[in-house]
Structures are given as structure tokens and as C-alpha cells.
């Protein structure tokens, strides 16, 4: 706890200067203490706040506390990868249409926001099956599955949009997301949810809604879209007690779920989440011939 | 190593460039502080200075970047004049390595290597020669702060490492010359280098490495088998300094590392500064695997 009070107030006055800076305004004496990272109280922008400094100002303020802003050029490019690693259950839905409960016991997901690309490892169960090793991996456009990392590559056609959801879905790429949507046309949307601010935009024609705690930590992303595995639906992860793994200012959630419409298709808790790792994604060179 | 020293040049060197560039340590000979004036980095171009067989002459002081002058207070203090998040050397420090990681143009090692670089890049305060007052070697060191250049041979010489330099390090680089029988087989941090001209580019060989120095401060290692290209290019007085790295062992295809564009320093009392002497005294104090 020590150690989070000590990287939370550095993180938290980086994001009062940059407020007091931004645009000349100055802080509101209407501002809330908030608790961030459970450290201590704080003064944080509250929603109506952000609201009113507009999509700038309020999602580069959720992407420093997020530990996406860097260095003294306040780069919005510093962090481009992720590895999260981590346990649960998942669901998915069979040919047959019935759904079919896992336990996962590794749980390894790796980003490349830039590329963009993911590689998701597996190890799990389930009561009817034998244990599974799973590696699904995006890249660009296309999805393959590998038989180690990097090895013995299969196309797997129709899964290059759903595993690229993956990425956006996490909070840092739904921010990575919503800092490039910041032009005159990405057409970045503010809203207050019962108090809780709401940052909406459209990525490749789907609308991504993220909502901030009151920690301005991201607590739940949604995505509308047509999955090639569930059709029309929406695409909701929820995210909470955060924790900053490594020191270095980048909190992740602990606690992750996904829904997939009514279903829970993921449950996974974090046991450790890597900024910037070395995680590259070439084809195997099996496809390659 | 001196520990206290490497980190506080690496700090002033965050705070002063924020890694985005760094200016090397090149120092004035005389006045209250190190001169980095860029007004007297004059940039305006001129022609290329030819030797005299007509190939382009690389000779000179050169500086990464674009220096910013040093402020210095009414004590003779050196202040930081670059905006570190609350002023924080710890977080110029934690910013800078992070930025360092987010370079997209990474060596793609094989498959099979992969968990070695992410253990390597995890342990690097342990695993890292450099940190343990070793050289950084080639092509890690990047190119050289000084370039005297004869018809036959150049010798390069290095600074501190806030450039990226490797600590007064030298290399005396023969020109049409084969690979040294001896020297191209005896596993050093620098190698063994041999120069041509292709055009008005010098092309430097570099084969004979151990294995024990990195391409890069992220983990990424390599073996004897390491065999580097450097090229360097002089246009006027701006100098283009590229390497490519090649192991066929753990690489699957050429590393083609990122360019850096160097300028001839102009002020004749520019010098280079000796490097810390290296003492390693601060391993057993480490705590945490924190990147440095």
C-alpha cells in the first residue's frame, strides 16, 4: 500500500498540473475528492468538469491517469504494448449452438496497439473435454492459430475482426483508441452516466462506449458490433480493482469480465500485467510458404 | 559501476533531452558551465569536405541532435531545463525507459528466443553487462563522437554513455582492407571492422563479437555469430549513421536499427569529456528488478 500511495500522488499531481495548464483552467473550487488506486483522497476533475473542458482535455486526462502520457513531451505513443497474465473461467458457444464453460488456468494475452495485433494463450478445461492449449493470434487482418508462439501458424478465417476486439476492449485500448479518435472527424463524445464519465467514439465504423470510475480508471467498455462468432451484438467488458504491477505508473484491473450480449464469456483474474514488453507478432513461417 | 553517476548522467540526460533525443556531453573547454549553446552548433549547410581521393571526409566533432544551451543559476548550478512530471528524476527516469520499450522497430528474434528476450528485458539491472561496467560494444553504442579520417584507416572515438556512447571507447577501422586473420576471431565487444566506400556512403564490416553484449538495452542479445553493417553518410554537416545487425542464429530476418542524424560541432572549444571511472559497488543494493 505504501508503494501506491508513493507512485499515486506523483501520477495524480501530473494530472492537476496538467488540468491547471489545460487551456487556462483554472481548478474548480467544485472539484471532489475522489480516491484513486485506494491511496488516498484526492482533488480530480469531477465529470462535469471534464464535460466542460471538452473530449481533449477529458480523455488525455484519463489517459495520464492511466499511465499512458509520457515523459516531458507528453507522449500519447509511449505505451504500444501489453502482455496481461492471469486465471478464470471462460464460455464459448459450440457449432451447435450451446454454450460450453472452461476453466482456464494460464491465461496470457499480449498487444500491439499499433500494429494492431494480440496473441492469446490458453490452457483450459472443461468437465466434457480434455485439456486444451490454445494460442489465437490477430494480426492486421488476419487470425491464425499457432501451435507454439510464433510456431506452426493455421489461418483461421472470419476471426481477425473478433480477436481485434480483443484490443480495443482492454482500457488501455479503448484510451489508445479514443486518443486517436481525437481529430475534428473522430467525432469523440463526453456524456455523464450517473455520474461516472462516458467516453464515446466509432473505430472502424463500431461505436466503443468507455466509462470511467470515479477514479477516472476505466470500469467498463462496450462495443457494438457484428461478431462473426455472436452476430449482432454488444460486447461489454467490466474492470475493477486496479493495481500498478510493475512501478511504473500503469495501473491494470485485477478483475476482468467480458459479455458477449446476456453471456459471461470471460471471467479472468490478473495476476500481472507488463508495459511495453517484447512481444512481436510475424507470421509463422509455415504460412509464409 | 558507479551506479550514483551512470544514473544521475542518465537523469540530467532525461531531464535535458527526455530521451526523445539526447545531446552528447560534449564540453567546452573553458566558462561556468559545459557549453551546449546551439547557436554555436551552427547547422547551415555547406558543401561536403572531400579528401583527396575525392571521398567524402567524415572527420570531425559530432553531436547527436540538436544541443539545448544548459541554465545555470546565479550559484553556478546547473539547472534541469527540461520538464521531468513533478520534477522528478525517478519519473524522467521511469518515463524515459518506458518511451525507450516503445520503439515499434524491434528485432524479430525466432520464436524460440522470444521468452529469452522478455526474461532478459525483465532482469536487465542483473543481466545487463553494460550495468556491470562492461562495454556497450557494437552497433549498441551507436555512432562514434569523434571521426578522424585518413586515406587509408578511421578511428572513431566514443563518449560517456548519456549519447548512447560507449565510454571513451576507440576503433581503428582500416579501409580496403580484408578482415583481420586474428582479430575477426576473437570474440570482443567491438569486433572486428574493415571499411569501404560504396558511392559517397562508408560501409562498415563488423564481424568477431562475444556474446555477451546487447543489440539493445531491451534484452535483445545476441551470438558470436553477430555480423553488423554500419553505414555512414556526410552531407554538408550533417552526418547519417545507420546500423544493421545480422545473426542468423536468433534472427529471423536482419535488425535495420533506426537511423541518427548526427551534427558537425562548429565550436572549436568543444571537447570530449572523460568518462566516470566504473566501480561495481551498487549490485548487491538492488531490491527490485525496476528498469534503469
Not at chain 1, 42 to 63: H, M, Q, S
Request: aromatic letters at 8%; proline letters at 7%.
Amino acid at each position: 500500500m505504501n508503494r501506491l500511495f508513493i507512485l499515486a500522488v506523483p501520477a495524480l499531481c501530473a494530472v492537476i498540473t496538467m488540468l491547471s495548464n489545460a487551456q487556462g483552467i483554472a481548478q474548480s473550487k467544485q472539484t471532489t475528492p475522489r480516491s484513486t488506486l485506494g491511496a488516498r483522497k484526492v482533488v480530480l476533475p469531477t465529470t462535469a468538469e471534464l464535460i466542460a473542458r471538452g473530449p481533449k482535455v477529458a480523455v488525455e486526462t484519463a489517459a495520464e491517469v492511466l499511465g499512458l502520457v509520457r515523459g516531458a513531451q507528453r507522449s500519447t505513443t509511449a505505451v504500444n504494448t501489453m502482455e496481461l497474465v492471469g486465471n478464470g473461467t471462460m464460455a464459448e458457444r459450440a457449432a451447435d449452438g450451446t454454450w460450453r464453460d472452461y476453466k482456464v488456468t494460464r491465461f496470457t494475452e499480449s498487444f500491439d496497439f499499433v500494429i494492431p495485433a494480440a496473441r492469446l494463450e490458453l490452457e483450459r478445461s472443461s468437465p466434457n473435454t480434455s485439456p486444451q492449449r490454445q494460442i489465437q493470434v490477430v494480426a492486421g487482418k488476419q487470425a491464425w492459430d499457432e501451435e507454439k508462439p510464433g510456431i506452426n501458424g493455421t489461418p483461421v478465417a472470419d476471426a481477425a475482426d473478433d480477436r481485434r476486439r480483443e484490443i480495443w476492449l482492454t482500457p488501455q485500448g479503448a484510451l489508445w483508441g479514443a486518443l486517436r479518435a481525437l481529430t475534428p472527424e473522430g467525432g469523440v463524445q463526453l456524456a455523464n452516466e450517473q455520474g461516472n464519465l462516458a467516453i464515446g467514439y466509432s473505430l472502424n465504423g463500431e461505436p466503443i462506449k468507455l466509462v470511467l470510475n470515479s477514479a477516472l480508471l476505466p470500469d467498463k467498455v462496450q462495443l457494438q458490433a457484428h461478431s462473426a462468432a455472436y452476430g449482432d451484438m454488444v460486447l461489454e467488458a467490466n474492470y475493477s480493482q486496479y493495481k500498478d504491477f510493475e512501478g511504473y505508473l500503469f495501473p491494470c484491473p485485477t478483475r476482468m469480465t467480458y459479455k458477449a450480449g446476456a453471456h459471461t464469456i470471460r471471467n479472468v483474474m490478473i495476476t500481472n500485467c507488463v508495459v511495453n514488453p517484447y512481444v512481436i507478432f510475424p507470421m509463422p513461417a509455415n504460412m509464409k510458404k | 559501476m558507479t551506479r550514483h553517476a551512470w544514473r544521475s548522467s542518465l537523469i540530467l540526460a532525461a531531464l535535458v533531452g527526455g530521451f526523445s533525443f539526447v545531446p552528447i556531453a560534449l564540453h567546452a573547454q573553458y566558462g561556468s558551465a559545459p557549453s551546449r549553446d546551439a547557436s554555436r552548433s551552427k547547422t547551415a549547410s555547406f558543401a561536403t569536405p572531400r579528401m583527396a581521393d575525392g571521398h567524402p571526409d567524415l572527420s570531425g566533432l559530432w553531436m547527436v541532435g540538436v544541443a539545448r544551451p544548459v541554465v545555470v543559476d546565479e550559484k553556478g548550478n546547473v539547472v534541469m531545463n527540461g520538464a521531468a512530471r513533478e520534477g522528478s528524476g525517478a519519473n524522467a527516469e521511469r518515463d524515459g525507459f518506458l518511451r525507450k520499450r516503445m520503439d515499434p522497430n524491434r528485432p524479430v528474434y525466432k520464436p524460440e528466443y522470444w521468452d529469452k528476450v522478455q526474461y532478459l528485458d525483465d532482469h536487465e539491472v542483473s543481466e545487463d553487462s553494460y550495468f556491470h561496467c562492461n562495454p556497450l560494444g557494437v552497433p549498441r553504442q551507436g555512432p562514434p563522437a569523434k571521426i578522424v579520417q585518413t586515406a587509408k584507416e578511421l578511428i572513431f572515438l566514443y563518449e560517456a554513455p548519456a549519447a548512447g556512447g560507449g565510454r571513451n571507447a576507440y576503433r581503428i577501422i582500416p579501409i580496403d582492407r580484408p578482415h583481420h586473420p586474428v582479430a575477426s576471431q576473437d570474440q570482443t565487444w567491438m569486433g572486428d571492422s574493415v571499411a569501404k566506400w560504396d558511392g559517397d556512403t562508408l560501409v562498415v564490416d563488423v564481424v568477431g563479437f562475444n556474446d555477451v553484449s546487447w543489440l539493445d538495452i531491451e534484452g535483445y542479445f545476441h551470438t558470436t555469430a553477430l555480423h553488423v553493417i554500419e553505414r555512414l553518410r556526410r552531407e554538408g554537416n550533417t552526418l547519417t549513421y545507420q546500423a544493421t545487425a545480422d545473426d542468423p542464429k536468433v534472427l529471423m530476418t536482419p535488425w535495420v536499427m533506426n537511423p541518427v542524424t548526427l551534427t558537425l560541432v562548429m565550436d572549436p572549444d568543444a571537447y570530449i569529456i572523460e568518462d566516470y571511472p566504473c566501480h561495481e559497488r551498487d549490485e548487491e543494493h538492488l531490491v527490485t528488478t525496476e528498469h534503469h
